[in-house]
Structure formats: structure tokens, C-alpha cells
């Protein structure tokens, strides 16, 4: 039965991932994505980013470029063509995860490692649906930690430095320093871990490490001919910083460090509920018994404090370190079920209890009020209840099989989600197509006439992007030399001396108003130069050409 399995495994993930991807409205990180890569295209210039043709300096371009693409293969950018990608790339994770735990697991737990990265609640209900770089980015990252593994415990350190240096230039191209964070803990890690410590001062780390920054280097030479490395270089380090605790204060940091461990371990469930095994008695022995697993928690609690430590951080950031975490706890699961222990059986009933409980009740989401707009409910109830249950009575009759038939459950709830819940969210969320109707009806109203965007008025991503998307063209920053004949976005909050004689109005999300837009009144105020940036808000550096 066990291959029966892991093909329903397999075809579960295609409508778990696929269906109504593109439906819901961009949140503002995904809509900074799109705009910069839509902007790309549109100018040609893949080597400087812009946010309303005004330097983006926040993030390297990688992801954008990655989208771009997407874009020209789909004809056109939008929500489905900006998160194709983070589903790709979820799917190269796990296959990246089943091929470097399988020489340790054998097939069968290597192929539940796989489906423990994709079916973890934070990844399964909401970061595998966004057009964020967090995904693709762990992707990289966890594949660095496992080469430096893979080739360091066999002594090819020559390999071990020159591919994890590579990817360290990847992954800095998606997301900046904190590759350069990832790659140095690692291989301190590695080299502790194998006792190797003369190996970072050898040819092959120094080397590596210097090709490296060659290969970084060559981009950031050409990227200086558009706009001030300084600037770039400055914006990169407070990224990087503004999460830490040097950027919050001290109640708001001790809070985080109480609330933390049980937060995430709510956002990775249902698989850390297995920490169980951790407090046993005995587990790190038991752990000794795999090299690769003991060294994957090694990996995992070397990583943390990065985070732990940081009072503003997002679970995202932490999906290259769970899969870490789960290879540790799959070992110590296998060792509790053979001896059928206490936690494993108590683990086991508690899970099934759940899933039983969620099968009994799929059938009847008709009845809730909340979906009355989805299509054919008791069809899709029906049969998506049906095969929660089939897997549900297959779970308590296969105790061999019990976790990937506890995937496969998993992969049939985010169908349920995807048929259910995208849905409702897309037609109740009034303030999300609020923001895409109000921008298309701007956008057709001033079609004939240049349409900017006044001095440093936070616009908000998602507000922009559908501006930007309806109007198929950029809606520049105008910082100085107002252009008479255009209609301008202001914002009164920021800009109370700023007159615009309003013909229409943009709806903004999060602030919950509206910016009038129209064309400024004299005498126009000159826009200061000393405001607190933040995103939305444009950097006012223009692109050399």
C-alpha cells in the first residue's frame, strides 16, 4: 500500500498548491515584488530596482528578476504569474530535503521529510501562497547547510566551500546580509562539528570566500554606475538591523524572548508537536545513532538565537530551519514507534483524534454561513470529506504508514482551504478589492493625462502595484518640477500645506482613508528632504542613465 501512497502524496500537491493561487489580492510585500520586477521589463534596466521609477535599494534584485520572467512567460504580470514561482520553489525544497535525507532515512522517512517542509502549518496556509523571496530563499540557504554537511563530513572541503560560497552569492542576491549570517554559522558549525578548525585557513575557504565577493562584487561595480553604493550599502545594514533588539526596547525584547518558542512552535505545527520526543529521556543519545540527525539539530539550535533575538521577526524567516528541527525529530519518532512508547502512542491517538474529528466535520462546511458564495459546496465537500476520511480510516488501521497518510491528510485540508476559504476571503475582504477597484477606476479616469505620485506620499505597495497594473504604465515619484498638466497623488497627513484641486480619490488599505488626486495648487511646497523613509514611501535618489 505504502507506494499507493506516496503516489496520492504526490497528486494530492498539484490542487493543494495550484488551486486559486492567483485569487486573492497582493498583500504589500508581495505587491513591492511585482512592481519592481513589472518596472524592470517595462525600462529594461534588470540591473538598478525602482519603486515609481525611484531607486528600491531595500532588497538585491534576484527574486525580481526571477519574477520577471515569470511575467514574459505567462504575457502578462499578476497574481498567479508573481506566485508560481514560490510554489516552484517549494517544490525544489522538498525534493531538495528528500535527496539529502534519504541516504540517512532510507525512502520512506526521507519522503515524509520532504512533506514535513511543504505541509507544516506556516508554509501550508499561507507562505506558499504569497510572491515573497522567503521561500526560494530558504531553499537556498537549507541546501547550503546540507553541502557543507554533505561535503565536509567526507573531507572534500574544496566542494564543501566552493558550492556553499556560490549559493552564499545566490542567496545575498534574494535577500542581502543575512546570507553572508547563514553561511558563517554554518561553517563554524560544520567545522566544529567535524573538528576541523585548521580548514578555515586553508586555500579552500579563503579562496571561496573570495570568489565570493568577486562574484558580488562584479554586480554591485555595475549597479554603482546607476545610483551611490553608500546609499545601497547603508539601506542594506538597516534591513538587516531593524528586526534586532538594538531597534527595539527592552520590554518589547523580553517579551519576544518569553513568547517565542511557543509562537513558533504554534506556526510549524503539526509537526512540532514531536518536540515530545525531545523531553525524553535519552533522546540525544538516541540522536547520536544518526550522524546527519544529530548534526541537523546541531544546525538548527546554532541558527536560532538570530531570531530568538530579534523582537520584529516574521515565522518566514525561519522556514530553512525547521526542516532541520524535523529531521531530528522523524529519528527520534522512528526510534519511539519501533519500541511503541508511551508519547509515540499517545502522539499517534491525539493526531488521529484530529483527523477524525476534521474528517467527520468536512462534509457539512456547507452549512456554514460564511461560504454561502462558493460554488457547488456540496460537491466539493462531499468528495474533498470523502477522501479526508478514507485517509483518516487508513491512519488507523496502517500504523507503518501513519505520518505520510498524516501528509497526504494535510495536502486534502489546503484543498479544502483553497475551495473554501481563498474564496470567501477574496469576496469579503472589502478593503482588498477596495484597493484594486479604486486604483483601476483612477487609473481609467486619467488614462490621457501623466499621472505622478507627489515627494514621498506613502503610497502603499499593493495600492500602487494595481495603480501601476491598471494604467500599464509607471506611476513616477516627482520630487521637484511639478508638471502642470498631471495629476498628482498627495497625501494630506504628510503633506497638510500641500493643496491638490481633487477630481478623484485612492483608497489606501492599512490607513483605512483615501488620498485625493488631482492637480496641485499653488503654491506648491517644496517637499522636505529630512523625512523618516520607510516602505511605500520611495529613497528620492534618481537612476543615473
Known amino acids: ?64 528578476w526571477i519574477l520577471a520572467v515569470s511575467f514574459e512567460l505567462h504575457g502578462a504580470a499578476g497574481e498567479w504569474a508573481a506566485r508560481l514561482p514560490t510554489v516552484i520553489s517549494l517544490l525544489g525544497f522538498g525534493l531538495t ?10 525512502r520512506y522517512l526521507a ?52 558550492w556553499t560560497y556560490l549559493l552564499t552569492a ?3 542576491m534574494l535577500k542581502g546580509l543575512p546570507a553572508i549570517v547563514f553561511q558563517g554559522l554554518t561553517v563554524f558549525a560544520v567545522v566544529g562539528w567535524q573538528r576541523s578548525w585548521h580548514e578555515l585557513f586553508r586555500p579552500a575557504h579563503l579562496l571561496s570566500g573570495v570568489g565570493c565577493l568577486l562574484l558580488l562584487g562584479t554586480y554591485y561595480y555595475t549597479y554603482g554606475q546607476y545610483v551611490d553604493l553608500a546609499q545601497v550599502a547603508q539601506r542594506l545594514f538597516v534591513e538587516s538591523g531593524k528586526r534586532t533588539a538594538v ?78 528541527l524535523f529531521a531530528s525529530l522523524l529519528w527520534l519518532h522512528r526510534s519511539h514507534a519501533s519500541r511503541g512508547s508511551r508519547t509515540y502512542l499517545t502522539l499517534r491517538y491525539l493526531l488521529l483524534g484530529a483527523m477524525t474529528v476534521v474528517a467527520v466535520g468536512l462534509p457539512f462546511v ?86 505622478a ?28 518640477d511639478f508638471d502642470a498638466s498631471a495629476a498628482y497623488i498627495g497625501s494630506p497627513r504628510q503633506y497638510p500645506q500641500l493643496q491638490i484641486m481633487a477630481t478623484d480619490s485612492l483608497y489606501l488599505r492599512h490607513q483605512q482613508g483615501w488620498y485625493p488626486v488631482g492637480a496641485l495648487q499653488p503654491p506648491v511646497p517644496a517637499v522636505p528632504t529630512d523625512e523618516e523613509l520607510r516602505d511605500g514611501m520611495g529613497t528620492g535618489l534618481p537612476i543615473r542613465r
Not at 466539493?380 to 504508514?401: F, I, Q, T, Y
Open 111 to 162: 519522503f515524509v521529510h520532504a512533506l514535513t517542509v511543504i505541509t507544516c502549518g506556516r508554509m501550508l496556509f499561507w507562505d506558499s501562497m504569497l510572491a515573497l523571496i522567503d521561500v526560494c530563499f530558504s531553499w537556498v540557504i537549507y541546501t547550503q547547510i546540507m553541502l557543507l554537511y554533505y561535503y565536509g563530513r567526507r573531507g572534500e572541503w574544496w566542494r564543501a566551500f566552493g
Open 366 to 451: 456547507p452549512l456554514l454561513p460564511a461560504v454561502a458564495g462558493v460554488g457547488q459546496p456540496w460537491i466539493k465537500s462531499l468528495v474533498v470529506g470523502a477522501v479526508a476520511g478514507a485517509v483518516a480510516v487508513a491512519g488507523w488501521r496502517d500504523r507503518r504508514n501513519f505520518l505520510l497518510l498524516l501528509c497526504c491528510f494535510l495536502l486534502v485540508l489546503r484543498v479544502a482551504f483553497d475551495l473554501f476559504i481563498l474564496p470567501v476571503r477574496a469576496a469579503t475582504d472589502e478593503r482588498g478589492p477596495a484597493v484594486r477597484n479604486t486604483a483601476r477606476v483612477v487609473a481609467e479616469r486619467h488614462a490621457d493625462q501623466p499621472l
Open 1 to 64: 500500500m505504502r507506494k499507493w501512497y506516496y503516489i496520492l502524496a504526490i497528486i494530492l500537491l498539484f490542487p493543494a498548491l495550484l488551486i486559486n493561487l492567483g485569487l486573492p489580492v497582493f498583500i504589500d510585500d508581495e505587491a513591492i515584488r511585482a512592481l519592481v520586477a513589472q518596472e524592470m521589463l517595462w525600462s529594461d534596466n534588470f540591473i538598478a530596482p525602482t519603486l515609481h521609477a525611484d531607486a528600491y535599494l531595500n532588497k538585491p534584485p534576484l527574486w525580481n
Open 247 to 324: 531597534a527595539h526596547g527592552a520590554g518589547e525584547t523580553l517579551r519576544h524572548l518569553l513568547a517565542f518558542p511557543f509562537e513558533m512552535s504554534y506556526h510549524f505545527l503539526p509537526w512540532t508537536i514531536l518536540l515530545a520526543y525531545l523531553l525524553r529521556r535519552g533522546s540525544w543519545s538516541r540522536l547520536l545513532t544518526s550522524d546527519f540527525a544529530a548534526f541537523c539539530l546541531l544546525a538548527f539550535v546554532v541558527h536560532l538565537p538570530v531570531y530568538w533575538l530579534s523582537p520584529n521577526v516574521y515565522p518566514r524567516y525561519l522556514l530553512m530551519l525547521f526542516p532541520l
Open 97 to 106: 530535503t528528500y535527496l539529502f535525507s534519504r541516504p540517512h532515512f532510507g
Open 170 to 172: 545566490v542567496a545575498f
Open 453 to 480: 505620485i507627489y515627494g514621498h506620499t506613502l503610497i502603499e505597495p499593493a495600492t500602487g502595484w494595481y495603480l501601476t497594473e491598471a494604467l500599464g504604465a509607471v506611476v513616477p515619484r516627482h520630487f521637484q
